[in-house]
């Protein structure tokens, strides 16, 4: 007999691979970072890449072994994202580069953070279907977001940045599918 649990992590494992398949393509960010307190803001636009990866995959097999996990496909499933973001007023190179993710349980683990080239592990919920919000903690700050597909060209995305407690920054992006 299937346990309450086993239902609920099997629903988890669905909705989280559902969400990152229906998140794969090239995606054009438009995004805007607001600096607390004093309301600074900064544009950038980024082109995204998203990729899923399915359970298996010599990308979630890597990323076990960055995280040292025991079993190195215990991830259920996962997305490599590649990124190369300019400013949007001066057209200066901001960044590149990329990231994978992989499932293990309600847990999301990457190869690397928003602020660390080191491996970290957010935890995840689904407010609905659509909508994907994560929490991620290291190095004294907590990373905040909400992901929320809209429709299939669209989705939009909000982070909160807080340290000691105090929020440090917003970022608000509307990606638009290419």
Known sequence: MTSVLQLSQTIADDLIADFFRESEGS????????????????????????????????????????????????????????WDSQESVTGKQQSNGSTLFGALGTSLLRDRGFATTKPVTAEYHFTNPQTLCLKTEYKGSSFEEELKLIGQLYRTRQTIISRAGEQQMIGQYLEKRL
Do not use: M
């Not at 998203?50 to 960055?66: D, K, T, Y």
């Open 27 to 82: 995606w054009r960010s438009e995004r805007r970072y607001y600096t607390l307190p004093d309301g600074e803001t900064k544009e950038v636009v980024s082109i995204i890449q998203i990729r899923f990866l399915p359970q298996g995959s010599p990308e979630l097999i890597h990323l076990a072994g960055l995280h040292e996990l025991t079993n190195e496909t215990a991830l259920t499933c996962g997305a490599e994202v590649t």
